[in-house]
């Protein structure tokens, strides 16, 4: 496809996928010509082929593409609104932490290491984040496993990723 730079980039892409579309019509047209004419030895086939095919293209345009209008496509076109998926996610992980919470009667500063825990923290990072000892963390752990029942991380992991599905 050949772009032609011209002042108006909506001018210049219009007339270069025009072109485009007349090139690939004469490539086709062409290479199909030309194979009717080695085949069949004869230029009246190629040349009632070509014209059955230019017939159907104009029949295809005529007939099914009438209603066709770029002034109604390009009305018909909205302003893109892009969606913030980012608060979503978060809501929806903040809201899966307090329903578990709630459900599994875990204290604030358990709903806290309990959100950094199913988020694949460990207990290093967990310190450091909320400010407290490796042995509160630890104590914190200890007591999240006992009210969830669950004897590892992935376990509780999985055990909050399934609250989608209960």
Known sequence: MV????NSSFLGVSI????A????????????A???????GRLLYATLCIALIIFVF????L????????????????EFQELDSNNIVVENFDNKIAVASESYQLTPRESEVYGLMVKGRNAG???EELGISINTVKTHVSNIYK???????????NQFEELDNI
């Open 3 to 6: 772009f032609i730079n011209y």
């Open 34 to 40: 030309g194979h009717l004419i080695n085949y069949y």
């Open 125 to 127: 990072y967990i310190k």
């Open 16 to 19: 270069s996928l025009l072109i």
């Open 147 to 157: 009210k969830l029942d669950v004897h590892s991380q992935q376990e509780l992991i």
């Open 58 to 61: 104009v029949a295809f345009n």
């Open 63 to 78: 007939i099914v593409l009438r209603d066709f209008s770029f002034e109604r496509t390009i009305t018909g076109i909205h």
């Open 21 to 32: 579309g007349s090139e690939i019509f004469d490539v086709l047209i062409g290479t199909n």
